[in-house]
Nanobody, 120 residues
Framework: QVHVVESGGGLVQAGGSLRLSCAAS????????TSWYRQAPGKQRELVAR???????TYADSVKGRFTVSRDNAKNTVALQMNSLKPEDTAVYYC??????????????WGQGTQVTVSS
């Protein structure tokens, strides 16, 4: 099994910033992509940002110019830097890790989520 853990969520005022972190461990040999999703109450889960092993990035239109996904080499994690936060960014943020499992085949694992609340 692959264990994925998110951290860094909290309560901030509109215009503020938060930095989320995603760490993966367990039976994964190599990571191909790390993605951040979010889900607000009563809404479907949506892709926020994605970072591939080759270094390419993808962002939702709603967060372009405000959010940045990157590798944190010092902590061996993937970070999501969120700036200029808006109340509509309020959601549970999930990390998804896709890669090659140690026993063969592909691994697709999710973290438990971390709450981000932005007040107006």
């Amino acid at each position: 099994q692959v264990h994925v853990v998110e951290s860094g969520g909290g309560l901030v005022q509109a215009g503020g910033s938060l930095r989320l972190s995603c760490a993966a461990s367990g039976s994964i040999a190599s990571i191909r992509a790390t993605s951040w999703y979010r889900q607000a109450p009563g809404k479907q889960r949506e892709l926020v940002a994605r970072l591939t092993s080759g270094g390419s990035t993808t962002y939702a239109d709603s967060v372009k110019g405000r959010f940045t996904v990157s590798r944190d080499n010092a902590k061996n994690t993937v970070a999501l830097q969120m700036n200029s936060l808006k109340p509509e960014d309020t959601a549970v943020y999930y990390c998804n890790v896709v890669g090659l499992a140690t026993m063969g085949g592909m691994s697709d694992s999710w973290g438990q989520g971390t709450q981000v609340t932005v007040s107006s």
